[in-house]
């Protein structure tokens, strides 16, 4: 009679830590309070797309705009022929929904074309072959949230990216995480 009720009781703890494992992110360092001048656990890279190879933005901690306490990551472009971004490659459960979630702000001043601006994306860490990718922000100059959601298929790693893609101006990213739905 006894083993009725701490049956039940097991089966609920169960359940109570199942279901909070899935809000917690498998993003490192997402608050970007870890790190010197660069993000620490994020990839950064700038490149220019065309032929001025001599301006390239550049990827910093700015500890003046942030969403909560800590820095944000600042994405800054000179030109609008500028990719730069920051990048993790996080571990994932195959045929699993995520949701990649953060907030962004931004200050664009000129884009290099269309599809071109802030994002948040998802890609195979194989290849690079971006699948999973946000509208680019409104440029309104405030913090917004963003979600990305995604399903990571037949993948066991996914790369986060945030960028600013072909444009001039600058982005902040800061809370991201990417939890399992």
């Not at 609008?80 to 571990?91: A, G, R």
Request: charged letters at 20%; glycine letters at 10%.
């Amino acid at each position: 009679m006894r083993i009725m009720p701490v049956l039940a009781f097991c089966c609920l703890l169960l359940l109570s830590f199942s279901a909070g494992a899935s809000d917690q992110s498998v993003l490192k360092n997402g608050t970007f309070s870890s790190g010197g001048q660069r993000p620490e656990d994020w990839q950064t890279r700038s490149v220019a797309t065309t032929g001025d190879a001599g301006t390239v933005g550049e990827v910093t901690l700015d500890a003046e705009t942030y969403h909560t306490e800590s820095p944000s990551a600042k994405l800054e472009n000179k030109s609008s022929t500028e990719y730069t971004f920051v990048s993790q490659i996080i571990n994932v459960e195959p045929h699993t929904p995520y949701l990649l979630k953060g907030w962004v702000k931004e200050k664009v001043e000129e884009l290099g074309g269309e599809g071109r601006g802030v994002r948040m994306a998802v890609a195979n860490a194989a290849d690079g072959n971006i699948f999973a990718v946000s509208k680019s922000g409104s440029g309104s100059g405030d913090w917004e949230h963003v979600e990305v959601p995604f399903n990571s298929g037949d993948n066991d790693s996914v790369r986060i990216f945030l960028y600013l893609h072909q444009a001039t101006g600058t982005a902040w990213f800061d809370d991201i995480e990417v939890v399992a739905e």
